[in-house]
C-alpha cells in the first residue's frame, strides 16, 4: 500500500543542527525543500569545504501492514 510509505530526507552540514524535510507519502516521493545554512567565510570553513561532505540520509518509514 503506496499510502502507508513516508519517506523523509536528513541533512548534515557542517555545525549547523541537522536539517530535515517533511514527510512525503507513496513510493515516489516529492521533496520541494530549500535549506539555507550561514557560515562565515574563512579559513577554518574553506578547509572543512575542502576536506569533508555534506551528508544527506533518505529515510523510509512504513506503517503497520495488518491494517
Same mark, same amino acid.
Not at 502507508?4 to 517533511?22: E, L, P, S
Given at each position: 500500500?503506496? /499510502?502507508?510509505?513516508? &519517506? *523523509?530526507?536528513? =541533512? @548534515? +552540514? *557542517? /555545525? %549547523?543542527? &541537522?536539517? %530535515? &524535510? @517533511? !514527510? #512525503?507519502?507513496?513510493?515516489?516521493? /516529492? +521533496?520541494? &525543500?530549500? +535549506? #539555507? +545554512?550561514? /557560515? =562565515? =567565510?574563512? @579559513? *577554518?570553513? !574553506?578547509?572543512? !569545504?575542502?576536506?569533508?561532505?555534506?551528508?544527506?540520509?533518505? *529515510?523510509?518509514?512504513?506503517? @503497520?501492514?495488518?491494517?
Amino acid at each position: 500500500m503506496p /499510502n502507508a510509505v513516508q &519517506t *523523509f530526507i536528513t =541533512v @548534515d +552540514f *557542517f /555545525n %549547523h543542527d &541537522t536539517k %530535515h &524535510t @517533511d !514527510l #512525503s507519502q507513496g513510493y515516489e516521493a /516529492n +521533496f520541494n &525543500t530549500i +535549506f #539555507s +545554512f550561514k /557560515n =562565515v =567565510v574563512d @579559513d *577554518f570553513y !574553506l578547509k572543512y !569545504l575542502d576536506k569533508e561532505y555534506i551528508i544527506a540520509e533518505i *529515510f523510509m518509514v512504513q506503517g @503497520d501492514k495488518g491494517k
